[in-house]
């Protein structure tokens, strides 16, 4: 292997005097200002995506370590999240189900009371999609005009190095004379595209990783709007029963009403005696 590597070596060690410095120093200043600008951006893509690669997996990480936790809780609702804390896309999403429920504690009763508490945990559960979404996104837009912009750069060094060589274009030109606009255009042309190709393999990776996410999360919402539900019902129908529990304690420790005796009817005096009307 070494044998084979050392020819090689050789020939690049051989041809360093027109390497790519040799380029570099052969251009004019607007050409190095160009070339130095897409050198940045090759720096900055490299480390958005090594950057987005590492976010992603992490987040997949923690929201399957959290989806295996919840699977063995017994409530979902009676979990408690402290203010503060760095949570995770998924609980982020029961916090947020959590302190909507948490609203409602006490009154639900009624199928009604868990409809309009369902109303309220289901638009705070897709608030917190949405937001979890923009976080997922985070350094796709950089990564997207690194793959759009780098080319146009590259291409606007080329017509600049193109520009100057015509330019240099006499009766008496020498090669010195049309180097600073063909390296020009040379070194900002590769530049470009080793700008825009790894960043459009990498965008388009972490896109699909991102939809796949975005798919996930979706889902999660989904199961867990659907055992909230379950929940809130059971409780409900305990708060139900107990009620109706109450109250049959309560009529049975109440005293029984005591009957009031009727007074018994006065005879009225008559006022003659009877046929005395007869008799006069």
Partial sequence: MKAMLSPVLMLVLAETEKGALWYFKQMDSAGMAVAVVLLICSFIGW????????????????????ERRL???????????P???NLGPYEFLV?????????????????????????????AVQRGVARTMVKYEDKMVLLSSLVSGGPFLGLLGTVWGVMVTFGALTEKASIAQLAPGVCGA???TTLG??????????????LTQVKIMTTELENFASSL????????????????EAAQERDRLLRAAAPAPTAEVA???????PTALPGWEDAQ
């Fill in 186 to 188: 040379l070194v900002t």
């Fill in 83 to 85: 203010r503060g804390s």
């Fill in 263 to 269: 007074p018994l009817p006065v005879a009225e005096t």
């Fill in 225 to 240: 709007a659907d055992r909230v539900e379950l929940e809130l019902e059971g409780e409900a129908r305990r708060n139900f």
């Fill in 95 to 123: 916090a947020e189900a959590v302190s909507a429920v948490q609203r409602h504690k006490g009154r639900l009763v009624r199928k009604s009371d868990v409809t309009l508490c369902m109303g309220h945990v289901e638009n």
């Fill in 193 to 206: 595209l080793l700008v825009a190709i790894p960043a459009t393999f990498g965008y388009n990776y972490l």
């Fill in 47 to 66: 480390g958005a995506m090594i950057q987005k690669w590492s976010d992603v997996q992490e987040l997949r990480r923690r929201n399957h370590a959290f």
């Fill in 71 to 81: 699977r063995d809780e017994a409530s979902v609702v009676a979990l408690n999240f």
